[in-house]
């Protein structure tokens, strides 16, 4: 079998083929691939892997392709990761709405719309030409806005073999293990959402909820360990929020602090990511692979500490690897309950009746059963008002977007920024998106 990863030039495609490299081939997957188009990252992302992985395995399992056709020819699973418009794009994305008071985040309000903008045309070709050289192929989506990618590639695709991953979830089940001091593989989640927007309704250790118990040792006014809520919040849902609902649940709060910053979270990644490359560079020149490595592993650890630090402070943690892994780990098992064994996740899939109040055909983030190609969706049922009015509103926003590609309409795209509940004003909305199309000209579809 083959795996291919569109976006290998990423850098956490190091990782996870150091993690996971042998777990792939024991699951029976003789060929990964690597494509990006970025040749010069995938060059430096090469040497990474080759010191990471046996050489024996890199030479014989492991190759990089800089054609797409010829990196996806035959492929099972593709795993799509890439980000189009690269980080200047993301910058735009934050900058923009922030000069009207409005978020500007990466996945989340009008820098997750500009996103998508650019992102689900790319996505589409992708999977036009898996139609010709890969057709029987799953797709694995982590590109973001990942919900709402695999709307698209469901809707506007017609592609019918496709899970959205997101390691958002994760993080949440990995933290409840670390808190109770148990093996991550005893923790299940009951969780229901879309992507970037979910709660945790219980977590389960052993078949045991204990949510309750624990919220109820939370105080009010201090922050829940790792997230930026307060005790009050998360006793007044009874839940735990996904950590992006902090962009609705504070919202001014969270535009304030982003504008106090010195610079977006774009601008900063950015930034960083040239000094990584010129150090890589440097080191690769030299064949020093090992300091490439312990470079490449500072600079993850920088990334994850920083990480929504105006939300709550990860100064001083210590970061574990499998913090970095979080949506490696959740890609495997989904490929490995694809291929054999019975496996539970949470991913990005058409709700078909799970949680009550959403479309049969609306994608949902939620728990799953899989098992040799087959997705057996856990039962959510009804959930609070509160959240379901929340999603619907979301999901109404998503649609509009899709929508606005499939018809290249500037007024789809105006209502879908406009009914957003982080924008829900038509002439910012306007502002924001003229703007967006000035800046990404050449890059959104062409609206009419």
Known sequence: MKLVIIGAGGYRTPLLLKALHQKFLDLGISQIVLYDTDQERQNLVKDLIAYAVPDEIMQNNIRISGNARDALR??????????????????????????????????????????????IPVMLDYVELMRDVCPDAWIINFANPS???????????????????????????????????????AVQLDYFGLNHLGWVRKI???????????ISQLEDQSRMPGLPFSGWLIKTLGMIPNEYLYYYYYR????????????????????????????????????????MWETYWEYLNERTHTYMQYASDKSGQEVKEEEHLGYANVAYRVIDGLISGEVNTLVNVQNQGAVSGMRDDDVVEIPVLLSAGQITRSHIGAI????????????????????????HSYSKCLQ????????????????????YIKAFRDQYPVLE
């Open 252 to 291: 001014s709060t969270a535009v304030n602090a982003i504008l106090q910053e010195e610079k977006t979270r774009g601008e900063y990644l950015h930034a960083q990511n040239i000094r990584l490359e010129k150090a890589l560079t440097n080191l690769q020149s030299e064949k020093r692979f090992a300091d």
């Open 384 to 407: 609070p008002e509160h959240a379901l009015a929340l999603m619907q509103q979301v999901k109404r926003y998503e649609l509009a977007v899709i929508d606005a590609i499939k018809e």
């Open 204 to 214: 389960l250790i052993n078949g045991m909820d204990i949510l309750p118990a624990f």
């Open 147 to 185: 919900g709402l990618m695999t709307e698209a590639v469901l809707k506007l695709g017609k592609w019918e073999k496709v899970i959205g991953i997101c390691d958002g979830p994760e993080s949440v089940r990995l933290f409840a293990a670390g808190m109770m001091g148990v093996d991550e593989a």
């Open 416 to 435: 879908a920024l406009t009914f957003h509940p982080l924008v829900m004003d038509e002439m910012l909305a306007r502002k924001i998106l003229d703007d």
């Open 74 to 119: 035959g492929a099972d699973f593709v795993i799509t990761t890439f980000r189009a418009g690269g980080m200047e794009g993301r910058i735009l994305d934050e900058q923009i709405p922030l000069k009207y008071g409005i978020l500007g985040q990466e996945t989340t309000g009008p820098g997750g719309f500009s996103m998508a903008m650019r992102s």
